[in-house]
């Protein structure tokens, strides 16, 4: 049985790993010629008929920038794309149509029995629109998130994404609820867990080994201004920021209150630890922020991180700022109170009424200080929602072969 599988940005290539290392798992407790050893107790298990399975992965190319990129696939030994379409940046009329076009021809020559999409990104929509117009079966990991806002592209790729696939693994239970209050038959919705928590789980003792000086020191753009010395005993305690939606970043009179609490009240309370996303950085340069930022001895800017050093600091932050949904997730169980800028989030497991970490500000600057004052009050709680345990992507091996033992291509 072939499955391949699409990627295309930062998070898929986090949900990939593990989903590609449990096939492989898979492949090598496949019972083996009587000549040989047997092979080892399997970690998913095998059906009357085992179906060895062939996976190819491809690469869209939406983030195209080493940094973006490659950088993930060197920290998560996930093997180079076997094919990459280089698609690049564009408008999402102009990516999704290039990537259909493109993946159609791949379609048509490898003739997958499964086309598999992680997460809500435009190489999602193209995969599933392209895969079901050949009547090729998609799989959906991640399925079922919604924020409910239809002013968000990603909303439109979920929705379109869920509505499209037969096979649903969902992340959590307020997902699978999602889709059946949607009317998606119950045989297609499989609750899996969040496949993010395999990577980190996999991941957590390299990136508790890293020192956080060495990150700073590798990463930030503009060492030589700082006046803070590079000591570990005087980095903490420090919060986190990331910040790169259209929402946030796009429009001055939204960018520039925030830039102005964390340059003139965080800051004073303790140093910024900034990746700063390129999309924010050409922002800060158009608007005329970004000598102050960059220069300002509390804000250390840094380049955009690879995955096992954003994954420490995360670890350490006294708070994190986002308007990332991943790191929603991984602040959950890590326990880092975070504060999620944004009006609505398509992962409600991780607010704090729901067991999590992190509690919606929005932009609007009063809610923010008002959420980031009652914050820094609150203990840092780690939480593991069900299915959150590191082992979600041998869950979905076995749910994708199940599927195939009851419906064979």
Excluded at 130 to 148: D, F, P, Q, Y
Excluded at 181 to 209: W, Y
Excluded at 343 to 353: F, I
Aim: with cysteine; hydrophobic share 40%.
């Amino acid at each position: 049985m072939k499955i391949l599988s699409v990627v295309g940005a930062r998070p898929n290539f986090m949900k990939i790993a593990p989903f590609i290392r449990a096939i492989e798992a898979y492949n090598a407790s496949l019972p083996q010629a009587e000549t040989q050893s047997p092979a080892p107790t399997p970690p998913v298990p095998i059906s009357p008929r085992p179906l060895p399975l062939t996976h190819l992965l491809v690469h869209t190319g939406q983030h195209y920038d080493d940094r973006m990129s490659q950088a993930f696939f060197e920290d998560l030994n996930i093997p180079p794309a076997d094919i990459h379409l280089n698609i690049g940046s564009g408008s999402h009329a102009e990516q999704v149509g290039h990537t259909m076009i493109a993946l159609e021809k791949v379609f048509l020559k490898e003739r997958p029995d499964w086309v598999v999409v992680v997460g809500d990104i435009n190489a999602t929509l193209a995969a599933s629109v392209t895969a079901k117009k050949l009547n090729i079966k998609v799989c959906h990991i991640e399925a079922g998130l919604r924020s409910g806002d239809m002013g968000m592209p990603e909303e439109i790729n979920r929705l379109v994404t869920d509505r499209l696939s037969d096979l649903l693994l969902t992340p959590d239970t307020l997902s699978s609820a999602n889709l059946r209050q949607e009317g998606v038959p119950e045989a297609k919705i499989r609750f899996v867990g969040n496949i993010m928590i395999d990577t980190l789980e996999a991941q957590r003792a390299k990136a508790q080994s890293l020192q956080i000086q060495d990150i700073i020191h590798t990463n930030l753009l503009n060492l030589d201004s700082k006046l803070l010395p590079l000591n570990p005993s005087l980095l903490t305690p420090y919060s986190l920021i990331t910040l790169h939606r259209p929402s946030n970043v796009d429009q001055q009179e939204v960018l520039e209150p925030i830039i102005r609490f964390l340059l003139d009240e965080v800051s004073a309370d303790m140093p910024v630890f900034w990746p700063i996303h390129p999309r924010t950085q050409k922002q800060l340069k158009l608007f005329g922020l970004w000598e102050e930022v960059l220069n300002h001895p509390r804000m250390l800017l840094m380049h955009p991180l690879g995955y096992h050093d954003m994954l420490r600091l995360n670890m350490d932050a006294t708070i994190m700022l986002t308007d990332s949904g991943g790191l929603q997730e991984e602040c959950t169980v890590l326990g880092t109170p975070c504060l999620t800028l944004r009006w609505n989030t398509e992962r409600p497991v991780t607010l704090r009424e729901h067991g999590g970490a992190s509690v919606l500000v929005g932009n609007h600057i009063d809610r923010i200080r008002s959420a980031y004052h009652e914050t820094l009050r609150q203990e840092r709680k780690p939480q593991r929602p069900p299915l959150w345990d590191g082992e979600t992507a041998v869950r979905c091996v076995k749910e994708i072969l199940e599927s195939s033992w009851m419906d064979p291509c």
